[in-house]
């Protein structure tokens, strides 16, 4: 069985990875495949507002840090 | 700026990395590859691994932002942790979320501790969420003013407003909180949203708004009447925006005046 990837690497993956990043401008769900996203992250990524991804990330890395107190 | 100490090297810059990694400007990129350290800071959840590539020495400080800690002891914290490196005599890249200059004591405070120390310091601009704000609402501040305060000060100060210019208040999900926390102030916003119906009465429109800090995903912009703000859907990053309530009321003598030198 395939492991499970998770969202928060694959943001990251996405930031640090040119080809992955071409790919994802060009093709996302052909990137999001190639990365091994289930079909409801895809989803989440491909339509969710930045609560809803904030959500999925704090569920993946079970943390619940405090504010940075600042919007700057 | 305060010329380095002879011999005792040691410099600061402060960065900010704008509201997610996309928004890293050119020069803030090369001030955190050439440093011999960088100290980082950012938002949340963020992807960081970015931060690592561009310079291996990079080490988070989250670990000072503890929930339930008062918030000067957090920033002195900071201050000391980055003053630390450049007191070794290491040239050291303070990282930051979004624009090291807006709402953030600790880098303005590490520049003038580091200058007044002798140690060259400086800070760089970067992308602020104001700067979303602007382009995700097609707010033009050129066109009708824009007026920004901290939301907490903006009710402490009583501060006084012109209702036909739109107004951006900061930080409304901690008004009156004085430690970090991972929750939002209702209260605090309650009280908010009683100053704002004062001035804008209870029917008008605002927007809460929040950038998203990933490179995938959309914005939050939630419209909502100021009499629902107080139990609206609040984030720990969200903004308030406040449309203008009228038009300005033009100057006829200004207007007089201009015509005599118009050609």
Redesign the interface.
């Known amino acids: 069985m395939a492991q499970k990837r998770f969202i928060?690497e694959f943001?990251?993956?996405?930031?640090?990875n040119e080809e992955l990043s071409e790919l994802f401008d060009e093709d996302p769900a052909a990137a999001m495949d190639s990365y091994g996203l289930d079909a409801d992250q895809q989803e989440l990524?491909r339509?969710?507002?930045?609560?809803?991804?904030?959500a999925a990330?704090?569920q993946e890395?079970k943390?619940?840090?405090?504010?940075?107190?600042?919007?700057? | 700026m305060t010329p380095p100490r002879a011999g005792d090297g040691g410099s600061l810059v402060v960065v900010g990395t704008g509201i997610r990694p996309g928004h890293l400007t050119q020069e803030t990129r090369k001030q955190i590859e050439r440093a011999d350290e960088v100290l980082y800071l950012l938002a949340e959840l963020a992807p960081t691994s970015w931060i690592h590539q561009l310079n291996p020495s990079a080490e988070s400080m989250i670990d000072i932002y503890g929930p339930g800690r008062d918030q000067r002891e957090v920033y002195e914290e900071l201050v000391e942790r980055v003053l630390g490196r450049v007191r070794q005599g290491k040239n050291v890249c303070m990282v930051t979320y979004g624009h090291p200059a807006v709402l953030d004591d600790s880098c303005h405070e590490a520049v003038r501790r580091a200058r007044a120390e002798g140690y060259s310091a400086h800070l760089l601009p970067a992308v602020s969420a104001l700067d979303c704000l602007l382009a995700d609402l097609g707010v033009d501040p050129g066109r009708d003013g824009l007026q920004l305060f901290e939301a907490t000060d903006f009710l402490l100060h009583r501060r006084t407003l012109d209702v036909s210019v739109p107004l951006v208040l900061w930080q409304i999900s901690v008004v009156g909180e004085t430690r970090t926390t991972g929750s939002v102030n209702r209260e605090g916003l309650s009280l908010l949203a009683d100053r704002i119906e004062e001035l804008y009465g209870a029917d008008h429109e605002v927007v809460i708004y929040e950038a998203t800090p990933f490179s995938v995903g959309r914005p939050t912009i939630e419209r909502t009447s100021v009499r629902e703000l107080a139990s609206a859907p609040i984030e720990g990053l969200s903004t308030l925006f406040v449309p203008a309530l009228s038009k300005p009321e033009p100057d006829p003598a200004a207007h007089e005046a201009l015509k005599q030198i118009w050609p």
């Open positions: 928060h943001l990251n993956e996405l930031e640090i990524i339509n969710g507002t930045n609560q809803e991804i904030r990330l704090k890395m943390t619940h840090i405090a504010f940075v107190i600042r919007m700057g």
